[in-house]
């Protein structure tokens, strides 16, 4: 999906977001998929859950021994893309580099929350305590948008 669609007239629609809707898209509750490089092969692309502050930066947990932990170390730089999977569809990738950061007491349970509300986020910190969960501090430096929601379907 490019975010262009060709229009009647020959001409292309253009259905990318303003830089305050894609953040406030980015903010919203997705899944996302991070994708980092890998040297002997093809991208690592894996599903994860962020948080994300318009004019900041995302921010998800991961095990540094993991695979998806050593591969940021070696790229230090990273992809995040998160979709919208119902109609009208729409995305929203950010690319840029990465930095680490310990893992605060209260970090798995915000972002667990978030993803499972109150109860299943505080059962699901309880049921994953004491791993070496690091911080990965993803920079925004190019987006890629698109939200088809301007789009007659009718």
Not at 58 to 73: A, I, N, W
Request: with cysteine; aromatic share 8%; net charge negative.
């Amino acid at each position: 999906m490019s975010g262009h669609v060709r229009c009647d007239d020959g001409g292309m629609a253009d259905f990318r977001m303003t830089p305050e809707a894609r953040e406030s898209f980015l903010a919203d509750v997705h899944v996302g998929v991070l994708s980092v490089e890998r040297a002997d092969g093809p991208p690592l692309a894996a599903p994860v859950w962020y948080r994300y502050q318009p004019g900041g930066e995302v921010e998800l947990m991961t095990d540094g021994d993991s695979l998806k932990g050593r591969l940021l170390h070696a790229a230090g730089r990273a992809s995040l893309c998160a979709q919208r999977e119902a109609l009208p569809y729409a995305y929203v990738t950010v690319e840029g580099p990465i930095a680490f950061a310990e893992a605060a007491d209260g970090d798995l349970l915000d972002i667990a929350t978030r993803y499972l509300g109150a109860e299943g986020g505080r059962a699901y910190a309880a049921g994953n305590a004491g791993g070496d969960s690091t911080i990965v501090r993803l920079t925004p430096e190019r987006w890629f948008s698109t939200d088809y929601s301007g789009l007659d379907l009718g």
